[in-house]
């Protein structure tokens, strides 16, 4: 079979890169949703919202072992070097090796513009955190990196692996860091929600940014799988 008949053949598997501009539109919206939230935060004064202080209020009171551990080891996971440097490395090493190379670049570039936003947001608004908190943590309450962290890893796993599954453990692992930020008393509910649509808007922008890209991939991954096929088919058995 010559190549423009694999080519044909391979049409039909390319990324879709039809949604790619409502990704980007999404994006826009929900890192401009964030920075409003920052900014209504800002504005009011330092007292945190009425929810914020009820969220945080249901666990004031000694926290419980069990979850108290588990609180801990999402800090752990979720932030610092693990997450920062060996989650994305690890990551985007897996997809390289799958030959999904800019697949591993766009998740690299999302984890590191996810971070940068958080950083610029954290110092533009400066909100503290809430007084009781139970660990030590950096300069800036609004939004949780953590959060948008995680809500990036899941947005982009559900980019790349577009299965019912992956969204459900994404949103699932979002909620859990984002439960285990405010029962830490590290940040008010709002700022969970801050990081939230910073992550998933900075990893649907830059989905958008890599489609293209990334459906090289794709196309070179289904040629050969084509070409597979078609030698495996051509042998005698």
Same mark, same amino acid.
């Given at each position: 079979?010559?190549?423009? @008949?694999?080519?044909?053949? /391979? ?48 666990? *004031? ?42 697949? @591993?670049?766009?998740?690299?570039? *999302? ?16 909100? @503290? ?42 949103? /699932? ?12 008393? /590290? ?45 495996? /088919?051509?042998?005698?058995?």
């Amino acid at each position: 079979m010559d190549d423009r @008949a694999i080519n044909d053949r /391979a049409v039909e598997f390319v990324l879709d890169t039809r949604p790619q501009r409502f990704r980007a539109v999404v994006g826009v919206v929900l890192i401009a949703l964030a920075c409003a939230l920052g900014a209504w935060v800002y504005f009011r004064g330092p007292s945190p919202f009425a929810v914020d202080v009820w969220w945080n209020q249901l666990f *004031a009171a000694a926290p419980s072992q069990p979850v108290f551990v588990f609180a801990i080891v999402m800090d752990t996971v979720g932030g610092h070097l693990t997450a920062v440097l060996i989650v994305p490395l690890l990551g985007a090493l897996a997809l390289f090796l799958s030959r999904r190379r800019w697949s @591993a670049v766009y998740f690299l570039a *999302a984890s590191v513009g996810s971070a940068l936003l958080v950083q610029v947001v954290k110092h533009t608004f400066g909100r @503290a955190r809430p007084e009781d908190i139970l660990i030590l943590s950096d300069y800036g309450s609004f939004p949780s990196g953590h959060t948008a962290n995680a809500a990036t890893i899941a947005v982009v796993a559900a980019v790349l692996f577009p299965h019912l599954w992956v969204r459900i453990v994404g949103v /699932a692992w979002v909620v859990l860091m984002a439960f285990s930020r405010t029962y830490l008393h /590290a940040h008010w509910l709002s700022d969970t929600v801050g990081g939230a649509l910073i992550g998933a808007g900075a990893a649907f922008v830059l989905a958008a940014a890599f489609s293209r890209l990334r459906a090289r991939d794709e196309d070179r991954l289904t040629i050969r799988r084509v070409r597979k096929t078609d030698t495996e /088919a051509a042998t005698p058995s």
